[in-house]
């Protein structure tokens, strides 16, 4: 089983997350799982720093032998469930998750609807029709231009700031957007504006 989501967050920041809640499910023995073979253990996630802005994730799998109780590494399946985190924006990643073990498909479904839930998604891609509120004067067209050139240079710098270990979180808030957009620009809109010019600069209609 293979599904494909897009989110607003970081490759590193998802890695993270993701073996932080694994591990935590390892100790509520959500790992473990009952088959006709014997037990399967699944282990917490594992990941090495990016390479081009992409993060692979793995979590293999173990067969806890029924009469000796060793634990034996699973040959023949690289790993058991999967992510690649690809980065597309300072805020915003394509994951992959597939999942190659019918024995844990319940908690990959399980794992991926928290994963879902947990992270904001970005407004639907591909509409090939101008949004209704998308601006007709050039004046404020150029105006969104600039605002939304400001919200990429924010998404930078609370990146950059949580790699250094200053920031908990890689992705602004409204807020944070709005009080750089007033420092710059003289200018803070509402929550509704500033939600439309974040859509249009992530469907790349601003130009």
Not at 19 to 48: A, C, M
Not at 64 to 76: C, K, L, V
Not at 189 to 202: A, N, Q, S, V, Y
Request: charged share 30%.
């Amino acid at each position: 089983m293979k599904v494909k989501v897009f989110l607003n967050t970081t490759p590193e920041f998802f890695a993270s997350w993701l073996l932080h809640r694994t591990s935590e499910d390892r100790i509520q023995g959500k790992l473990d799982f009952l088959t006709e073979e014997g037990r399967i253990v699944l282990h917490p996630s594992e990941w090495r720093p990016p390479i081009s802005n992409v993060v692979k994730i793995q979590m293999f799998g173990s067969r806890i032998m029924p009469a000796s109780g060793d634990t034996q590494r699973i040959e023949g399946v690289p790993h058991m469930i999967s992510f690649v985190a690809v980065g597309l924006a300072y805020d915003r990643v394509e994951v992959i998750a597939e999942c190659k073990e019918p024995a844990v498909m319940d908690y990959f479904e399980e794992l991926t609807s928290r994963i879902a839930k947990t992270f904001p998604r970005p407004a639907e891609e591909g509409l090939e029709t101008t949004p209704k509120h998308f601006p007709k004067r050039p004046r404020t067209l150029k105006k969104y231009k600039r605002a939304y050139d400001i919200i990429l240079q924010t998404r930078k710098r609370f990146h950059d700031c949580w790699k250094k270990g200053d920031f908990d979180n890689p992705t602004p808030k409204a807020q944070d957007h709005k009080d750089a957009l007033a420092y710059h620009m003289g200018w803070k809109p509402c929550d509704k504006t500033l939600r439309r010019i974040i859509e249009f600069g992530d469907k790349r209609l601003l130009g």
